[in-house]
């Protein structure tokens, strides 16, 4: 069971948007529309962002937003602000009952 | 409100056994499914396993299987995570989460603070 791949890092500047991909297989991102995000702080607990690849919990900012693509989920955040600085993973459940996480991507707000 | 405090940070020798633990409170303990997750020092997030407190159904991730044990006590309401022989390599911080509830929810809604474990000789 391998980890899904999402890119290293992604960088924005102020107001503008980015996009973070995650690919995984036919058997966890490809097979169930039930990929979620979540997002991590510094020394923090990771939170909740997206769930069943589009869903906000609430309480999270309407500037983040998912969608998928066969294999590929995607997470975009709009409007880029200073306090989205942070790692992003995403996670998929799996034909085998199981979870699996993304690598993790390095957010830099420039 | 729904809370879940794990237990603090510990050091241990190699071939040393540990439990740390993950007290929840605000919600019903066997209705939820509990799960955890390793973040070695300044790697990504992984998933090890999963318990249903209510009936014990437990499930690991094959990178896991064999290497922890997952157990829950609901006449405390909390969740476990153990090693009987604990390695250098088993150094990380580790974070319990609750699954959202029912049989059609697949992610994570409530974390707990997580629990640094190093292992060092």
């Known amino acids: 069971q391998s980890a899904l791949t999402q890119p290293a890092s992604v960088s924005g500047s102020p107001g503008q948007s980015i996009t973070i991909s995650c690919t995984g297989t036919?058997?966890?991102?490809?097979?169930?529309?039930?990929d979620s995000w979540y997002q991590q702080h510094p020394g923090k607990a990771p939170k909740l962002i997206i769930y069943?690849?589009?869903r906000r919990p609430s309480g999270v900012s309407n500037r983040f937003s998912g969608s998928k693509s066969g294999n590929t989920a995607s997470l975009t955040i709009s409007g880029l602000q200073a306090e989205d600085e942070a790692d992003y993973y995403c996670?998929?459940?799996?034909?085998?009952?199981?979870?699996?996480f993304g690598g993790g991507t390095k957010l830099t707000v420039l | 409100e729904v809370q879940l405090v794990q237990s603090g940070a510990e050091v241990r020798k190699p071939g040393e056994s540990l439990k740390i633990s993950c007290k929840t409170s605000?919600?019903?303990?066997?209705?939820?499914?509990i799960g955890w997750v390793r973040q070695m020092p300044g790697k990504g997030l992984e998933w090890m396993g999963i318990?249903?407190?209510?009936?014990?159904?437990?499930r690991y991730s094959p990178s896991f299987q064999g290497q922890v044990t997952i157990s829950a006590d609901k006449s405390t309401s909390t969740a476990y995570l153990q090693w009987s022989s604990l390695k250098a390599s088993d150094t990380a911080m580790y974070y319990c989460?609750?699954?959202?509830?029912?049989?059609?929810?697949?992610?994570?809604?409530?974390w707990g603070q997580g629990t640094l474990v190093t292992v060092s000789s």
């Open positions: 605000g919600y019903s303990f066997t209705g939820y499914w």
């Open positions: 036919s058997s966890d991102v490809g097979y169930y529309n039930y």
């Open positions: 069943d690849v589009s």
């Open positions: 989460a609750r699954r959202g509830f029912g049989a059609r929810t697949f992610f994570f809604d409530f």
């Open positions: 996670n998929s459940y799996t034909t085998s009952r199981t979870w699996v």
């Open positions: 318990i249903y407190p209510g009936d014990s159904d437990t």
